[in-house]
């Protein structure tokens, strides 16, 4: 990887800014714009309601793009999203086994207006005896959907056909700071990226790859991709988590450690605080959280190994904290029934001067993921007296 995309892809991760070192803000310490997760979600209007949302589409189907982007308030809104960030979107056909924004930096350098939009699947133009697929642009624009939450078609991509997924990347600028056109111009003309720039990347998957074979043996492509699997040979697609209760208890006890919470939790019924909830807390209380998510939810999915052999691995929860202020005692959980304190004490990089939030209100974010592509998140807030 070249030094300028090594540059840029450090400033995609989570947590990293572009204030000098000794300003960052420590990972879990929410205090600008930031985006803390991008969930793409396959739009299928015949799932059941009460069944999880695939994360992982086939070729044709629609999907959507759900950003959860916070600042120190909380969560920006659609409204927010759209007219501070402004952002655009592009979508690109990774190659299997290629890391994301591998699609964009091999295209760059390119200029924006020369970037056609991604445009969806003509099916008159499908020909079974060339065993070829249409081409289409890489990377294109998406333009369906709204900025804030775009969608599209996944396309027939050959490269999916193989194992490849798509590569979605979101270019935006900080609200009342730079314009998205000039993020756009320095991210696609290998400039250096202006402080004032905001850019996400994300994979969007493609499959399962048994299905996808299935799919090609219909279009006529099966010879060419080799055997045909069988319908009991086909895995469900990755499916999002569901973050199902939140209960919050509200404590006076202070030096709270890891073996105190289970029976804190066991002794006190709580509250259920809903998505974006506000609670009234005095100075110096703890939060004691307990979160979960169905461990049934959790699948078992295979991966290729040597010499075309397969391997089932099992899916795991990896769950990451984050506040606007105060403490927590842990940043991150991996459990299906999880425990955090978030105590309304200054912590490390707030005013320890005011033992008050700016304004009294304070946010605490919860991501919860799997370790494929499924992600689900949860918010509270506390208004401080």
């Known amino acids: 990887m070249s030094v300028r995309r090594l540059a840029l892809a450090s400033l995609l991760l989570p947590g990293l800014g572009t204030a000098c070192a000794m300003d960052l803000p420590i990972s879990e310490r929410i205090i600008n714009v930031r985006p803390l997760a991008m969930r793409v979600e396959v739009v299928d209007p015949a799932a059941p309601e ?35 960030l402004e952002p655009l979107w592009l ?36 020909d079974p005896e060339s065993g070829a697929l249409p081409e ?45 056109e000039r993020c756009a111009q320095a991210v696609l003309g290998e400039e250096p990226l202006p402080t004032e720039c905001l850019v996400s990347v994300q994979r969007a998957s493609i499959g399962p790859d048994a299905a996808i074979a299935r799919l090609a043996a219909d279009a006529g492509l099966g010879d060419a991709l080799g055997p045909i699997p069988s319908e009991d040979d086909v895995p469900d697609a990755d499916r999002h988590p569901r973050i199902q209760t939140f209960r919050v208890i509200v404590t006076d006890e202070t030096d709270l450690r890891a073996d105190d919470l289970e029976r804190i939790a066991a002794a006190d019924e709580g509250v259920e605080v809903a998505r974006g909830d506000t609670l009234m807390v005095t100075a110096g209380q703890s939060l004691v959280i307990e979160t979960t998510a169905p461990a049934e939810d959790l699948q078992v999915y ?50 320890v001067t005011d033992e008050l939030p700016p304004d009294g209100m304070a946010t605490l974010f919860y991501v919860l993921r799997d370790n494929r592509q499924g992600v689900d998140w949860w918010w509270v807030n506390v208004q401080v007296q």
């Open 302 to 351: 295979t991966i290729p190994i040597d010499d075309g052999q397969f391997e089932d691995r099992d899916e795991f929860y990896a769950g990451n904290w984050y506040r606007t202020w105060g403490t927590l005692l842990g940043n991150d959980s991996d459990d299906a029934v999880s425990y955090n304190v978030w105590s309304m004490l200054p912590g490390e990089q707030d005013d």
């Open 91 to 126: 979508a690109c056909p990774l190659q299997p086994g290629e890391g994301i924004f591998a699609c964009l930096s091999g295209e760059l350098p390119l200029v924006l207006d020369d970037i056609e939009d991604c445009p969806p699947v003509d099916f008159a133009a499908l």
């Open 136 to 180: 289409i642009p890489a990377p294109c624009r998406v333009t369906g959907g709204t900025p804030s939450e775009p969608s599209m078609q996944v396309p027939l991509d050959f490269n999916f056909f193989l194992g490849g997924d798509l590569e979605l990347t979101m270019i935006g600028h900080r609200p009342e700071a730079g314009d998205t």
């Open 50 to 84: 009460d069944e999880a949302i695939r994360a992982e589409a086939l070729p044709v189907e629609a999907i959507r793009v759900v950003p959860f982007i916070v600042d120190d308030q909380g969560p920006l809104t659609s409204e927010r999203i759209e007219t501070e």
